[in-house]
């Protein structure tokens, strides 16, 4: 197959690079598993922006404390100063955001921001943007989306990738060579056995790239959520977003005592809470939402009501069980500030990438924005360059694709997670968690 433009990834960082690529542009997304199975549909407690300018400085000094500091401050500013034309574009898409009864938007808060300035659509923010962004694409006459289609390789010469190679459900290779390639793929929670992620996101691209010998940053930055609810069934764990502790639930430990501050950056209500089941010789904490209204629980937060009530607990009454886990990868496949990666023609984009947005911790609600921003910065780039005319005349064959990817991937990039951590002398919970 030949393209334009090559995306493997349909969550909100693929599908909203490809809306804001040229129409005269033949674009193909490839997505492992079906178009709408992508963590971007996952994401509840809401999407961050600039409401005025007054709120500047100190969602700029948020967003770089909970990064300790680590953070790349040019990315944090494109993020925050495109923030508003990103919802505009959303709005215009048709999503939907909380409004109070005079038409204002309603903002709420989450962990480590000092105050109101998060966007929502009830508990499932994610679901009401990307499946907007996704009817969108479906519109469009210029981009075809293959479902179930797993990208193992790239096609690259000489520092240049010239498209992919992927393989189908039937085990069929195919090569689908393109001009520009977006690697969207998305985070690493499969390789993990607790996560918030779906479990077909295991960091293909960054194996893929570390393959290569494209630069990567930061692979063991990994955020650690303090709160899903605990549960001993396989599959992925069901997040309790921060914004219920935003709207004031607290932790309690086996005494029902509180133990920590519920609204310090994650990385440090993980370690409380690890701390805290150490000490208990528990395997949870407890989480109340008694003191949020009963009515408010129910219209902020219908999915959490609903999802607790089928595992038996009310939680305008009961206190739930609640254990950290993995959930969002902060480092990544290292990119300018347009996106673009260490190789020529090759761009990364959501949490594939790491452009230092996050630094060392995500500021809760910033990785929505992020994905679409550093997208349409990708889809911008892409579209200002003129394409060549050649390839690279690789046939599958050439290439090594290894046969068994996710445990040849998980293997390459928890290599790498390890190496850095020795670099950088971390011991995060993340190990627990592998
Ligand atoms: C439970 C949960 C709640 C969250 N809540 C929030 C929130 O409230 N606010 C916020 O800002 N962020 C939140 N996040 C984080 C946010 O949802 C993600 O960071 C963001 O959606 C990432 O978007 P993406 O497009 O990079 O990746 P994804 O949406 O995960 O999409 C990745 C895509 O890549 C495809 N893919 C992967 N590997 C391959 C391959 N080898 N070949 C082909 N396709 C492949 C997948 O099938 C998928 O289509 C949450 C995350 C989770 C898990």
């Known amino acids: 197959m030949k393209t334009d433009i090559v995306i493997a990834g349909t969550g909100v ?21 079906d178009a709408d199975d992508s963590d971007s549909f996952l994401a509840q407690g809401g999407i961050c922006v600039l409401k005025d300018e007054s709120d500047y400085d100190s969602y700029f000094e948020d967003t770089m404390r909970a990064g300790h500091y680590e953070n790349n401050r040019e990315s944090v500013e494109i993020m925050i100063r495109s923030s508003r034309d990103v919802i505009k ?3 215009s898409y048709g999503v939907e955001f909380e409004k109070n009864a005079d038409g204002s938007f309603d903002y709420t808060k989450e ?14 923010t994610g679901k009401e943007i990307t499946r907007h ?6 519109k469009l006459e210029n981009v075809t989306i293959i479902e179930h289609f797993t990208m193992v390789d790239i ?45 077909h996101l295991t960091g293909d691209a960054l194996a893929i790239s570390l393959k290569h010998g494209i630069k990567v940053e930061n692979l063991d930055y990994i955020q650690i959520h303090p709160t899903t609810l605990y549960s001993t069934k396989r599959g992925r764990r069901f997040l309790i977003s921060e914004s219920v502790r935003g709207e004031g639930a607290v932790l309690l430990d086996k005494n029902m005592n509180r133990f920590t501050d519920e609204l310090q950056p994650r990385d440090i209500v993980s ?14 904490v407890w989480l109340s939402m008694k003191p949020i209204p009963p009515e408010t629980i129910k219209s902020h937060f219908p999915n959490i009501y609903k999802q ?69 910065r990708a889809a911008k780039a892409i579209g200002d360059t003129k394409p060549e005319t050649g390839d690279a005349k690789i ?37 627990k968690c592998r």
């Not at 990119?335 to 990666?341: A, P």
């Not at 064959?397 to 002398?425: L, P, Q, S, W």
Request: contains cysteine; negative net charge; hydrophobic residues 30%.
């Open 13 to 33: 960082a693929g599908l909203y690079c490809a809306l804001n690529l040229p129409r005269d542009k033949k674009i193909i997304m490839v997505t492992k598993s």
């Open 133 to 138: 962004l996704l009817s969108h694409v479906r």
């Open 271 to 284: 370690n409380a809470i690890y701390k805290q089941m150490e000490k208990d010789g528990t395997p949870y």
């Open 308 to 376: 607790c009530l089928k595992e038996g607990y009310d939680v305008t009454k009961d206190c739930i069980p609640v254990v950290p886990a993995q959930h969002y990868f902060m480092g990544g496949i290292w990119v300018d500030s347009d996106s673009k990666t260490s190789m020529d023609n090759l761009y990364a984009a959501g949490e594939t990438s790491c452009n230092g947005v996050h630094g060392r911790n995500r500021l809760a609600s910033n990785s929505l924005l992020e994905s679409l921003v550093f997208a349409k």
């Open 111 to 124: 962990g480590a921001h000092s105050t109101e300035r998060i966007l929502y659509h009830e508990d499932i």
């Open 395 to 431: 046939e599958i064959g050439d290439t090594k694709i290894y046969d068994n990817c996710k445990t040849e991937y998980k293997k390459a990039v928890f290599d790498e997670i390890e190496r850095m951590e020795k670099i950088h002398g971390q011991d995060n919970n993340e190990i």
């Open 155 to 199: 096609i690259a010469k000489d520092n240049r990738c010239y498209g992919i190679i992927g393989r189908n459900e039937d085990g069929e290779y195919t090569a689908i060579e393109a001009y520009n390639t977006v690697f969207a793929t998305g985070g690493i929670g499969g390789l993990y056995k607790h996560s918030t992620n779906y479990r």
């Open 89 to 91: 574009d959303l709005i």
